[in-house]
C-alpha cells in the first residue's frame, strides 16, 4: 500500500520565518499531490493541488514543489494566521491516502 | 454555492448502531464523488472509503474495510456512513469531503469538506 511520510511532525518558528515542510510518497505518484491547513475544530482547506498549483484565494507566501515522490510545502514568510497543522495528500479516482500532518507552532 | 452538511453530534454506547449523514447541495450531486475522512483526537487525517452516487460505486481502505458501511442516496442527495457495532475507538471527528472534478475516473484534490460529525462512543 502506498505511505506518504511527513516531516517533521512539529516545528516550531517565529513570525516572518521561511518554513518547509515534506513529504515522501512511498512510490511515484506523479504530480498527484495536494496541501491542506487545518486549523483546530475545523475542516481542512485546500492550499495547493497538483503538487504545486496555488488554490484560489490562498496567499502566495505559501508555495508546493516536487513530483513523482518528493514533495515540498514552502511558506515563505510565516504569518500568525498560518499557525496550523497542515497535511498532505496522495489523490486517485478511487483512493485518498493523507501523511500524518506537521504541526507548526509559535517558537 | 456547494456545500455538504453533515448531521449533529452523536453519544452512543459500544456495541450501538449509527448512521451519519452528508447532505449535498448546490452541485450535481451524483456526479462527483463522495469520500468519508476520520480524525481520532488530537490525530490525523485518515481516508476511510469512497463512493459514486451516479453508480454507488464504492472503494474503502484496507484499515476500515468491514467496519463501516458507506452508501447514497440520490434521491436526497444525501451521503451516509454507517456502524453496526460501535467501539470507543470509533471516537472520532468525521468528515464527507467532495473533490474538484466531477466523475470516477479523473484524480482531484479536495475542494469541499462538510463540518464534520463528532462521534463519541463510551459506555
Known amino acids: 500500500d502506498l505511505q506518504m511520510t511527513q516531516s517533521p511532525s512539529t516545528l516550531s518558528a517565529s513570525i516572518g520565518d521561511r518554513v518547509t515542510i515534506t513529504c515522501r510518497a512511498s512510490q511515484s505518484i506523479g504530480t498527484l499531490l495536494a496541501w491542506y491547513q487545518q486549523k483546530p475544530g475545523k475542516a481542512p482547506k485546500l492550499l495547493i493541488y497538483?503538487?504545486?498549483s496555488l488554490q484560489s484565494g490562498v496567499p502566495s507566501r505559501f508555495s508546493g514543489s516536487g513530483s513523482e515522490t518528493e514533495f515540498a510545502l514552502s511558506i515563505s514568510s510565516l504569518q500568525p494566521d498560518d499557525f496550523a497543522s497542515y497535511y498532505c495528500?496522495?489523490?486517485?479516482?478511487?483512493?485518498?491516502?493523507f501523511g500524518l500532518g506537521t504541526k507548526v507552532e509559535i517558537k | 454555492e456547494v456545500q455538504l452538511v453533515q448531521s449533529g453530534a452523536e453519544v452512543k454506547k459500544p456495541g450501538e448502531s449509527l448512521r451519519i449523514s452528508c447532505k449535498g447541495s448546490g452541485y450535481s450531486f451524483g456526479s462527483y464523488l463522495i469520500g468519508w475522512v476520520r480524525q481520532a483526537p488530537g490525530k490525523g487525517l485518515e481516508w476511510m472509503g469512497i463512493i459514486y452516487p451516479g453508480d454507488s460505486d464504492t472503494r474503502y481502505s484496507p484499515s476500515f474495510q468491514g467496519q463501516v458501511t458507506i452508501s447514497v442516496d440520490k434521491s436526497i442527495s444525501t451521503a451516509y456512513l454507517q456502524w453496526s457495532g460501535l467501539k470507543a475507538s470509533d471516537t472520532a471527528m468525521y468528515f464527507c469531503a467532495r473533490p474538484y472534478a466531477s466523475g470516477s475516473h479523473t484524480p482531484t484534490s479536495i475542494d469541499y469538506w462538510g463540518q464534520g460529525t463528532l462521534v463519541t462512543v463510551s459506555s
Open positions: 497538483s503538487a504545486s
Open positions: 495528500q496522495h489523490y486517485n479516482s478511487y483512493s485518498w491516502t
